[in-house]
């Protein structure tokens, strides 16, 4: 198939990075049918390890890339149905969002607390998105891929995948995996989660007892597009920093410390801290610095408010870091993938 995948040599990424940064690839392979996955590499070379990128919304180059690829295949639809589960797969291209909303016109309830992220389902497993009480791993029943070590097609089931907070086999091993579509089961009678604060208010608000999967994805896009900046208008990829995970003592202390912090339960032993909560404190929300900022609604969102580069992005957020640890003792780490430096 000729139009399998073409090759642009050298490729503008600013349009494919949600915050709008300058920033280029020597070589960039866009493949629209993941079977000619091996073809196209064969393009970059035998040992060729390219940057994949999808929507651009878990990435911030603060350098050039050398070889890139991206997945275009949008298609979706229907694995298996029981009248109650429905499995149904998605290709690595399609938009995140649009396969929410397709997925709740089929009446399916399961990722409507994950509706308006940014980016590609193929995007969704890596950084093992999650919002409003639901991470997408919950949902996964498998993830296929092409294995850069055994050069082949695999089907990685969720054990496999080894999600955990904001994290999976494919974020560890970015060198390794290109994810090409993911299986998800979804339900027609699902119990909806609305334990996350704010969401339950809001469709109280509107006057919803007992809302449908529909109702509560209207719910979060109100509370999302009220809190974080468009992309399309003001470039930035969303949650910039992982809530951090600690030690439950230091959690502890923390509260002891410092009046009104909020804390929740992870793992065995460990505590979850509001990142925003904390970097809040340390008066960053609404700064700027040049065209790099942090946006006025939420001390989270890193934004570019039009000229800044990576590097100058990068550098803010570095000194976001290092407050919150001069003030809290807490290490930050940043969600989106760095590059061309190092954290």
């Known amino acids: 198939m000729p139009d399998a995948f073409r090759l642009l040599e050298p490729a503008d990424l600013r349009p494919r990075n949600t915050f709008g940064v300058p920033a280029r ?165 699902a119990q909806p989660v609305l334990h996350y604060a704010g969401l339950r208010d809001t469709l109280a608000a509107r006057g919803i007892d007992e809302p449908r999967p529909l109702d509560v994805a209207e719910a979060v896009i109100d509370i999302r597009r009220s809190k974080l900046p468009d992309p399309a208008v003001t470039g930035n990829a969303g949650s910039f920093f992982k809530n951090p995970i600690v030690p439950a003592a230091q959690a502890a202390m923390l509260v002891a410390a410092q009046a009104g912090i909020p804390v929740f339960a992870a793992e065995e032993g460990l505590r979850k801290l509001s990142a925003a909560w904390l970097i809040d404190q340390c008066g960053w929300k609404g700064e700027r610095d040049g065209d790099a900022g942090v946006a006025e609604g939420h001390a989270l969102v890193l934004v570019n408010h039009g000229g800044a580069s990576g590097a100058e992005l990068l550098a803010l957020a570095r000194r976001i870091a290092a407050s919150v640890h001069m003030r809290f003792g807490v290490a930050l780490e940043p969600e989106p993938r760095i590059i061309g430096a190092a954290w």
């Open 25 to 189: 690839a020597r070589r960039l392979v866009e493949v629209s049918d993941a079977a000619a996955l091996p073809r196209a590499l064969a393009l970059l070379g035998a040992d060729a390890r390219p940057l994949l990128i999808g929507g651009g919304s878990n990435l911030l180059f603060a350098g050039d890339a050398d070889d890139a690829l991206t997945i275009v295949d949008a298609r979706r639809g229907v694995i298996s149905d029981d009248g109650e589960e429905v499995v149904v797969r998605a290709a690595a291209g399609a938009d995140w969002h649009g396969f929410v909303l397709w997925t709740l016109a089929q009446e399916l309830g399961g990722l409507e607390n994950l509706a308006l992220i940014p980016g590609t389902v193929g995007a969704a497993p890596i950084q093992n998105i999650g919002a409003y009480g639901v991470e997408v791993g919950e949902r996964v029943v498998a993830v296929e891929a092409f294995d850069h070590e055994t050069r082949s097609f695999v089907r990685l089931d969720t054990d496999a995948c080894r999600f955990r907070y904001r994290d999976s086999v494919f974020k560890q091993q970015p060198q390794r995996w290109i994810v090409t579509a993911v299986e998800f089961a979804l339900h027609r009678f």
